[in-house]
Nanobody, 110 residues
Framework: VQLQASGGGLVQPGGSLRLACTASGFRLSVNAVGWYRQAPGKQRELVAS???????TYADSVKGRFTISRDNAKNAVYLQMNSLKPEDTAVYYC?????WGQGTQVTVSS
């Protein structure tokens, strides 16, 4: 039973990235999934979540810029991040129930 987060990298302000959270050993489609992030010296915060039925919620800081979605056929949940800002720099984690992915680094810098 494992979650794998991928897709991070270095991007300039205003750029885009798509993060992927893939599951092995269980069906991700039966659970709500959240994307979290943790910047240096800060607490981990919830960025976006999606329920089993597809209802989404977002932190105010990312509304209108980030989109969470799921592809049940690929057993994956995605986070499309547009109009990235330097303050989006953090390690991004996906989570479902008590399972955490290992995190993927997103750095927004010119």
């Amino acid at each position: 039973v494992q979650l794998q987060a991928s897709g991070g990298g270095l991007v300039q302000p205003g750029g885009s990235l798509r993060l992927a959270c893939t599951a092995s050993g269980f069906r991700l489609s039966v659970n709500a999934v959240g994307w979290y992030r943790q910047a240096p010296g800060k607490q981990r915060e919830l960025v976006a979540s999606i329920t089993r039925r597809g209802t989404t919620t977002y932190a105010d800081s990312v509304k209108g810029r980030f989109t969470i979605s799921r592809d049940n056929a690929k057993n994956a949940v995605y986070l499309q991040m547009n109009s990235l800002k330097p303050e989006d720099t953090a390690v991004y984690y996906c989570n479902t129930e008590a399972i955490w992915g290992q995190g993927t680094q997103v750095t927004v810098s010119s």
